[in-house]
């Protein structure tokens, strides 16, 4: 269908003026006509004319025969006539237009090439033949491989047992043991402490000590240790020490109250140990701990201080001990045999003497460890052993009132069961049903929270204990008794 004819506007904008007949007005310029080439030099003429009588390019010489054109021939193909690069006085011409990869047909078979040359397979075009030639092919191998494997291990010769001359590799001594390990203090305090053997007719008993006076020969344990041999004629006791040597030991004064005692023997060359201060000690402070348990002696376990001032009552089965003791906890492994025995600080002093465990039984005597140990702190040690030593028994300060320990959900206390005549609690006017909630205003929370408070002080000091009685709470002055 014919397009329409353009618009007048369009027409008279851009057609042909009326008297232009061609493309271009008659009266255009023309091009002046192009110089002649200018021959080439004589020099390039010689270099390139024609040789032999050829009359021109690729033109075989006058008289020789023309060769003949073959389809493999580069320059004779027959649309050589046609290609500008061969022939330049080839016509122009258009080609077929290009063709590209997404345009062509799929090939047959299962290699493809795409756009960048490269071969891909596809598997949908594998035969299933060639598939299965490909998995016996897998198979033939892994059979050869296990088959040659298994005839190899069956064939191969067994290595000799035994090897003669045979040296394992060896370290340089490199171990650092600096000032404050546990090797350190185990070295400086273990020659203090000892084992304590305790022989009885028909029993027997084993626990530690640690020596705290070389010069005399005096060794601080604990009262249930070395109890039974009190009273018995035919007891014997005998400290064993680092070096393996042993010596008889005589009891010199024991104090059930607090579950301490002091042993003598006859022996030069003791190595003593040295008292710290168990007032400095924190939560956390690293501590080791000395001791015979179960009868090994030399053992040294290591821990921290897990808790200060516990309550903690002590009551050793087949003994007279009966203390309530404010402990230093730990968690350093303490098991039977360890009573008596050294807990130490990071600088090799002595903090506490080891006493008892909690166990999961409850009893803390025979029971096995679970991370609770609890240690007489050194400086109760020091107050009783040097009263043992100069008098042979040691004083405590009284109240003079047994009690228990109560709560009413708010607040703890310790309720007054019994109170002695003549006492000072009688004399402070303190009655039973009373609850004590605190001595010189330090909290008490318990029996052996007040048993602690009062055991703080010597006889003859004067205290302020708080009660509560029908309801209301107040204070008395009580001045403590000898126990």
């Known amino acids: 269908m014919p397009s329409p004819p353009p618009p007048p506007a369009e027409q008279a904008a851009f057609g042909r003026p009326g008297d ?13 006509p192009r110089p002649a080439p200018p021959p080439p030099p004589e020099a390039v003429l010689r270099a390139f ?34 290609d500008p690069w061969r022939d330049p006085y080839a016509p122009a ?5 290009a063709r590209y990869p997404e345009d062509e047909e799929p090939r047959s078979g299962p290699f493809l090439v795409d756009a960048r040359g490269r071969r891909k397979v596809r598997l949908r075009d594998v035969s299933v033949r060639l ?26 010769d067994e290595e000799p047992l035994l090897s003669p001359d045979t040296q394992l590799s060896e370290v340089s001594p490199g171990t650092s043991r600096e000032p404050g390990s546990v090797a350190d203090i185990a070295a400086r305090v273990g020659p203090a402490v000892v084992s304590v053997e305790v022989r009885l007719a028909n029993a027997g008993a084993t626990g530690s000590g640690v020596v705290v006076d070389a010069e005399g020969g005096y060794i601080v344990t604990n009262n249930h240790v070395i109890s039974g041999a009190a009273d018995s004629d035919d007891a014997e006791i005998r400290a064993v020490f680092s070096d393996g040597s042993g010596s008889a030991a005589r009891i010199v004064g024991r104090d059930p109250a607090s579950d301490l005692a002091v042993l003598k023997v006859e022996k030069p060359g003791l190595v003593a140990a040295s008292l710290g201060d ?9 501590v080791v701990a000395i001791g015979s348990p179960l009868g090994l002696a030399g053992t040294v376990t290591s821990g921290i201080v897990s808790a200060l001032d516990r309550p903690v009552r002590l009551s050793g089965e087949g003994s007279d001990t009966n203390a309530v003791i404010s402990a230093v906890q730990t968690d350093a492994p303490i098991n039977p045999g360890n009573s008596g025995g050294a807990l130490v600080d990071n600088t090799g002093a002595v903090i506490g003497i080891n006493t008892a465990i909690a166990s999961v039984g409850g009893n803390g005597t025979t029971g096995g460890s679970i991370g609770l140990g609890f240690a007489i702190p050194v400086d109760t040690v020091r107050e009783i052993a040097e009263q043992l030593i100069s008098t042979g028994q040691a004083v405590h300060a009284s109240l003079g009132v047994n009690a228990r320990s109560v709560t009413d959900g708010t607040r703890d206390g310790a309720l007054v069961v019994n109170v002695e005549p003549a006492s000072a609690a009688a004399d402070a006017g303190i009655q039973e049903q009373d609850v004590v909630i605190a001595v010189d205003g330090e909290p008490v929370g318990s029996s052996e929270e007040l048993q602690v408070a009062v055991d703080s002080h010597d006889p003859g000091d004067t205290v302020t204990v708080e009660l509560v009685r029908g309801g209301s709470s107040r204070e008395v002055e009580a001045t403590l008794d000898t126990a």
Do not use: I, M, N, Y
């Open 131 to 156: 598939a299965s030639l490909a998995l016996l092919a897998l198979l033939l191998v892994g059979l050869v491989s296990g088959t040659t494997a298994w005839f190899l291990g069956r064939t191969a």
């Open 20 to 32: 232009v007949a061609g493309s271009f007005a008659g009266d255009r310029p023309t091009a002046p």
């Open 278 to 286: 168990s007032a400095e000690l924190v939560v956390g402070d690293p």
């Open 93 to 97: 011409g258009l080609g077929a237009p």
């Open 49 to 82: 004319a024609p040789r032999g009588g050829a009359t021109g390019l690729g033109e075989p010489p006058e008289g020789r025969r023309r060769p003949r054109r073959t389809a493999t021939g580069p320059f004779w193909k027959a649309d050589a006539t046609a």
